[in-house]
C-alpha cells in the first residue's frame, strides 16, 4: 500500500517513545527478549521481575484490546509447524545468547550508538535477508 | 507509579508494532526479501524507533538517577564476542523463516491464532534452555 511507510513511521515514533519513557522514568532498556527471557528463566528478580511482567501485560493486551474493538490485522502467519518451532527456538535461543533482539540491539543500542547493537543489527539482517533468500527463493518452503 | 509507567510503556509498544504493520510477517518478511518484492516499510518503522530513543539517551546522559528512581543503565559493552555474532545469526535465521521477532510475537499473541501461540511457547522454550545449554557446551570444549 502507498502509506505504508507513513504509518510505519508514526508505529515507529509510538515504538521509540515507550523506550524513552520506560528508560528515563523507570531506568529500564525496552528490549522484548530480556524482558521476557529473564522472566521465564528466572534470571530477573523482585521489582524487576514484576515490572517485566506488567510490561508484557501492557504489549500483549492492548493489541488484544483494539483486536476485540476493532479487528487486528491479519498476521499471516505461516501454518507450517516444523517451520514455527524451527523459527520459534532460533529467535528464543539465538536473541538470549546475543542478549538482544530488534528492540534492544537494535531500536535502544542504534540510537546510542552502541558498537554491539549495530553489529548485531548487521548480523540479524544479513542472516534474515539471506534466509528468505534461500528458503523461498531457492526452496520455496515459505 | 513504575507499575503503571511499566504496562503503558508495554502498551504503547504494541500499538506502535501493530499500527506500523511489524505484526504482519509478509511486512517483515518483505523487507527481508531484498531478492524479490523488497518492501522499504521496516526502515521507517525503525528510523521512527531511534529517533524519540536518540533524545532520550542525550537527556540519560546528564543524569545519574531514572526520574522515578534507580540508577540508569551504564555505559554499553563493547566488546564483540562470538556469542554476539553466533545469537544474533541465529536470531536472523529464526526470523526470516518466521517473519516475527520477540516484540511482534508477544504483541500478536493475542490474535495470532494456534500459530502464534506455537512459535511463543518454541521461543520461550529455547529462552529457559538457553543458559543450561550455553553451559554444558563451553563445559564440552
Known amino acids: 500500500m502507498p502509506l505504508d511507510w507513513v504509518w510505519g513511521l508514526a508505529g515507529g515514533l509510538m515504538i521509540g517513545s515507550a523506550a524513552a519513557i520506560f528508560l528515563l522514568?523507570?531506568?529500564?532498556?525496552?528490549?522484548?527478549?530480556?524482558?521476557?527471557?529473564?522472566?521465564?528463566?528466572?534470571?530477573?528478580?523482585?521489582a524487576a521481575r514484576k515490572e517485566g511482567l506488567l510490561f508484557m501485560a501492557g504489549l500483549i493486551g492492548a493489541p488484544l484490546l483494539v483486536h476485540l474493538l476493532r479487528g487486528a490485522p491479519p498476521t499471516h502467519l505461516t501454518s507450517n509447524v516444523t517451520v514455527l518451532i524451527l523459527a520459534g527456538l532460533c529467535v528464543g535461543f539465538g536473541t538470549r545468547l546475543a542478549n538482544g533482539c530488534t528492540s534492544g540491539h537494535g531500536v535502544c543500542g542504534i540510537s546510542r550508538l552502541s558498537t554491539r547493537g549495530i553489529v548485531a543489527t548487521l548480523f540479524y539482517l544479513v542472516a534474515g535477508a539471506l534466509t528468505v533468500w534461500v528458503f523461498r527463493h531457492l526452496l520455496g518452503v515459505i | 507509579m513504575r507499575a503503571l509507567i511499566a504496562a503503558g510503556a508495554g502498551g504503547l509498544f504494541g500499538l506502535g508494532l501493530l499500527i506500523s504493520g511489524m505484526t504482519d510477517t509478509t511486512k517483515v518478511q518483505g523487507w527481508l526479501d531484498i531478492f524479490g518484492a523488497w518492501d522499504p516499510t521496516l526502515a521507517f518503522v525503525l528510523g521512527g524507533a531511534i529517533i524519540p530513543m536518540a533524545i532520550a539517551w542525550r537527556i540519560a546522559a546528564k543524569r545519574r538517577d531514572a526520574i522515578l528512581g534507580g540508577v540508569l543503565p551504564a555505559q554499553p559493552a563493547t566488546e564483540i564476542t562470538p556469542r554476539l555474532a553466533v545469537g544474533s545469526g541465529l536470531f536472523g535465521l529464526g526470523w526470516g523463516l518466521s517473519g516475527l521477532c520477540p516484540g511482534p510475537a508477544m504483541a500478536s499473541l493475542g490474535?495470532?491464532?494456534?500459530?502464534g501461540l506455537v512459535f511463543f511457547l518454541a521461543m520461550i522454550a529455547a529462552m529457559m534452555a538457553q543458559p543450561k545449554v550455553t553451559a554444558a557446551l563451553s563445559q564440552a570444549r
Open chain 2, 111 to 115: 490474535f495470532g491464532g494456534w500459530q
Open chain 1, 25 to 46: 522514568l523507570n531506568g529500564r532498556i525496552m528490549g522484548a527478549s530480556g524482558l521476557l527471557g529473564g522472566v521465564v528463566d528466572g534470571s530477573t528478580k523482585g
